[in-house]
């Protein structure tokens, strides 16, 4: 079966500085891959996904991504973090094949804070 | 605006007082999902329907049910509450019954049980 790590539960950052939020997945193929965001009081709002293709997914927000097969990791990357990022990160995994297609699998998420 | 929403936002109730929260669509999807999330457990899947009088159970679907007479509209139904289903409850819904296609999140409704 499909599972998400995020081992981080919580993330403090200063303003500027780069990030890189961690994900590992489990399944026997190439899943489909995600990332999504919470703000607080929020619904979740994707950022980026990957289904097949270039490994490095650029989303919104100037936020990327890279799949790496062997390492099983889809880890969430941004180079200068601003304030209004602070919000909860959440990695997710979905099976392209089977009778749960495309039911999402979601990783416990990576809350992350900003300093000023 | 295409948008998922729900009702109501915020509700407490006490146990075994039956209530229905509301999940509503206007993109015409096929597939909708509802989630609960809990502090450290992240997003779980209670229920999903691929199309209309087609629904099934997800991760987490005891003490939940759900209907999907009309595409556009997926309520849970809690028949009797308890303490346990305090929670966050998110609806989504997408295009396709695959997985490529974007999920949409509603914002949302908290529920406590007392």
């Known amino acids: 079966a499909q599972s998400v790590t995020q081992p981080d539960i919580h993330i403090t950052v200063s303003e500027g500085a780069s990030l890189e939020l961690r994900c590992n997945y489990s399944y026997g193929a190439t899943p489909y891959l995600f990332w999504y965001v919470q703000s607080p009081g929020q619904g979740l709002q994707l950022l980026l996904k990957y289904f097949s293709g270039d490994t490095l997914v650029q989303g919104i927000k100037g936020f990327e991504s890279e799949f790496k097969r062997c390492q099983t990791s889809f880890n969430l990357r941004k180079p200068s973090v601003h304030w209004s990022d602070a919000a909860e990160y959440f990695c997710a995994v979905g099976a392209p094949l089977g009778g749960s297609q495309g039911n999402l699998i979601f990783g416990k998420g990576t809350k992350l804070s900003v300093k000023p | 605006e295409a948008q998922v929403t729900q009702n109501p936002r915020y509700l407490i109730t006490v146990t075994g007082k039956k209530l229905t929260v509301t999940c509503s669509q206007n993109?015409?999807?096929?597939?909708m999902s509802w989630y609960r999330q809990d502090p450290g457990l992240g997003l779980r899947q209670i229920y999903y329907?691929?199309?209309?009088?087609?629904?099934d159970k997800g991760d987490v679907p005891e003490g939940y049910k759900v209907s999907r007479k009309e595409k556009r509209n997926f309520p849970l139904i809690l028949e009797s509450p308890s303490p346990n289903q305090t929670s966050l409850y998110f609806c989504?819904?997408?295009?396709?019954?695959?997985?490529?296609?974007?999920?949409?999140f509603g914002p949302g409704t908290r529920l406590t049980v007392l």
């Open positions: 989504a819904s997408r295009a396709g019954t695959g997985g490529t296609d974007t999920q949409y």
């Open positions: 329907s691929m199309n209309v009088e087609v629904t």
């Open positions: 993109m015409n999807h096929e597939y």
